[in-house]
């Protein structure tokens, strides 16, 4: 079962929260932070391929939270500026790993 992901909104306490530096942390549920490429490097670049930050930190996350190191979650809250929030979106679009681990919600339109 693929983990719903939630770009915005008020994370509950038991969300898992995706947060981009830079953005103030919610007062609850379990983060795991990314931050966007560096200024100046080109998408694929040997710093940040094969597999993007956001899709590293989804990864990790998913890791976290199969060995217990995060708490069980139902469902995951992305906290990013609108860059942050393509940048996840383009990891669940593209990124394999990610896309079988996790799906946008339907619902979720900005």
Request: glycine share 10%; aromatic share 8%; net charge positive.
């Given at each position: 079962?693929?983990?719903p992901?939630?770009c915005?909104?008020?994370?509950?306490?038991?969300?898992?929260?995706?947060?981009?530096?830079?953005?103030?942390?919610?007062k609850?549920?379990?983060i795991?932070?990314?931050?966007?490429?560096?200024?100046?490097?080109?998408?694929?670049?040997?710093?940040?391929?094969p597999?993007?930050?956001?899709?590293?930190?989804?990864?990790?996350?998913?890791?976290?939270?199969?060995?217990?190191?995060?708490?069980?979650?139902?469902?995951l809250?992305?906290?990013?500026?609108?860059?942050?929030?393509?940048?996840?979106?383009?990891a669940?679009?593209?990124?394999?790993?990610t896309?079988?681990r996790f799906?946008l919600?339907?619902?979720?339109?900005?």
């Amino acid at each position: 079962m693929q983990i719903p992901v939630l770009c915005g909104g008020s994370p509950a306490a038991t969300d898992a929260i995706l947060l981009e530096e830079g953005q103030n942390p919610p007062k609850q549920g379990y983060i795991a932070r990314f931050a966007l490429a560096k200024p100046g490097h080109f998408p694929g670049c040997f710093c940040c391929a094969p597999r993007g930050p956001a899709a590293a930190a989804l990864g990790q996350l998913f890791r976290d939270r199969a060995t217990g190191k995060a708490p069980y979650f139902n469902r995951l809250v992305v906290l990013a500026s609108p860059a942050g929030e393509a940048a996840v979106r383009a990891a669940l679009a593209e990124d394999v790993l990610t896309r079988a681990r996790f799906k946008l919600k339907l619902d979720d339109v900005r």
